[in-house]
């Protein structure tokens, strides 16, 4: 009789699971619409070119299932999937009447026709008009999304989000469609400008990305976060402005200084986000804290080149210091102008990501955690640039909860709340792992060596000549690490 009652039991619980994994597939099907087969809505793309080509509007194909499929040689031909939203993109001049001409045609189409603005941004965009049009869903046979994408200052094109329009879900539930069903607008999101070029592989010819393998890896990295321009207005609300002649001077010289290790780390295609002072002053003033004295940028070990170096000096930098090995705390310092750069190397470390210090005349080394966080894109002072998308956490995990508060005495190996004693590096490592340069490399002096062999290093620098055994005469700037 137990035995029975068991086995009845056991069926129950068995039949239960069943219906619950059921239920649960029925349930991810009607909030995720977009698991459905897609295919290229023919006849409504074509009207949608035509129209658009009449009016002077770009309009291209950037759907990622129609892009995937292409560059897979599938092509994208067949029926429509009526829930399914393409994407395409609009490059529409904002404040223009175009927008209005274009609804207007399209609506002459039979289009039904739903718009996304830029009503309640997370943060307001100083280059972005005030409710502006940021998305356009038609539909007839089936669906299409258009995302306009705005000219930015920093020279970039960006996208808004549909959670900036609260009124979205109910206009894409009047066309029968649902927000989880978009591959674009779930964030913001910017893009580097890029060609764009005509495809026969759809059933009617339509422009795309030239390069769309480049375009999907971009896609997957494009979320976008503006800095608080109220954050900012309540920080010097305050502390007040400081915009004497040489913060000013200053503040110019360390945007000159980022802009061109922008141009160094994207020819390498090496990811980088700002850091430490550099990224407290994006998210506390949206600007350069006058008083920081250098700028900061992180880079993931994983994304090193052994090209940084050389590259950095061929554009105008003089390495100050190299600090740590590639496989552990490694640390560069460059200077230009009279102003240096810290790029610090991030690794991971179970929960935690963390960068090293070195303190050169000790060999101390130093640990700083910081929990996992994830990059987007930002505009700071007219550049696109990376910063954490967590900010606020790597700000306090940096800088503690009193991090709004400005700070002008601070110790590198003490007052950082993350900072973590990471015992000592080797005397007999010194030579290799603590590297200062106190010369100009582009100009041959004579000066005290670390290494001095047959060859003759100078502190990682390239060939010299042996003057005596204290002195070193630099023939060349090269590296020889």
Request: proline share 5%; hydrophobic share 40%.
């Amino acid at each position: 009789m137990r035995v029975r009652k068991k086995s009845a039991i056991h069926l129950c619980l068995a039949g239960g699971l069943v219906l619950l994994t059921v239920q649960l597939m029925l349930l991810g099907l009607l909030l995720y619409p977009q698991a459905q087969p897609r295919y290229f809505p023919a006849s409504d793309a074509s009207i949608l070119a035509n129209v658009s080509d009449r009016l002077g509007v770009r309009v291209f194909l950037v759907d990622p299932q129609s892009l995937q499929r292409v560059s897979a040689g599938r092509g994208d031909r067949g029926r429509t999937c009526v829930s399914c939203p393409h994407a395409f993109v609009a490059l529409l001049q904002a404040g223009s009447t175009i927008q209005e001409e274009f609804v207007y045609a399209m609506q002459e189409k039979n289009f039904h026709i739903a718009i996304i603005y830029n009503v309640k941004p997370r943060e307001l965009a100083s280059d972005i008009p005030s409710k502006a049009p940021i998305g356009y869903f038609l539909k007839r046979n089936a669906a299409i999304q258009l995302v306009v994408f705005y000219e930015r200052e920093g020279n970039y094109w960006w996208h808004g989000s549909i959670n900036s329009d609260p009124d979205a879900p109910v206009k894409l539930r009047e066309l029968g469609l649902s927000i989880y069903s978009l591959d674009f607008m779930r964030n913001e999101g910017a893009y580097e400008k890029f060609e764009i070029t005509l495809s026969h592989d759809f059933q009617v010819p339509m422009n795309v990305p030239k390069d769309s393998v480049q375009f999907l890896r971009e896609k997957s990295n494009s979320r976008f976060i503006e800095c608080s321009v109220a954050r900012m207005n309540e920080f010097y609300r305050i502390y007040g402005k400081n915009v004497t002649q040489e913060t000013m001077k200053f503040s110019h010289r360390a945007w000159k200084l980022l802009s061109r290790a922008k141009t160094v780390l994207d020819k390498l295609n090496v990811r980088f986000w700002l850091s430490s002072g550099t990224c407290l002053g994006y998210y506390r003033q949206c600007g350069i804290i006058p008083y920081s004295k250098d700028v900061d940028i992180g880079i993931f070990i994983t994304d090193f080149s052994e090209n940084i170096l050389p590259e950095f000096v061929a554009h105008g930098f003089s390495l100050k210091h190299w600090f740590g090995k590639i496989n552990d705390s490694l640390e560069m310092s460059f200077m230009s102008n009279g102003i240096k750069l810290d790029i610090f190397f991030f690794y991971e470390d179970g929960p935690w990501l963390w960068n090293g210090g070195t303190q050169a005349k000790s060999g101390r080394k130093f640990r700083y955690l910081f929990p996992r966080f994830t990059l987007c894109w930002t505009e700071f002072l007219e550049l696109k640039v990376r910063v954490p998308c967590e900010t606020k956490a790597y700000i306090e995990a940096n800088y503690g909860p009193d991090w709004f508060t400005p700070v002008t005495q601070w110790d590198w190996k003490s007052s950082p709340p993350n900072v973590r004693e990471n015992g000592r590096w080797p005397e007999h490592e010194w030579p290799h792992v603590i590297r200062v340069i106190t010369f100009d490399p582009h100009t041959p002096s004579c000066v005290k060596p670390n290494i001095v062999d047959s060859t003759v290093i100078v502190n990682g620098y390239g060939k010299a000549e042996l003057v005596h055994e204290n002195c070193v005469k630099v023939e060349r700037a090269g590296f020889y690490l």
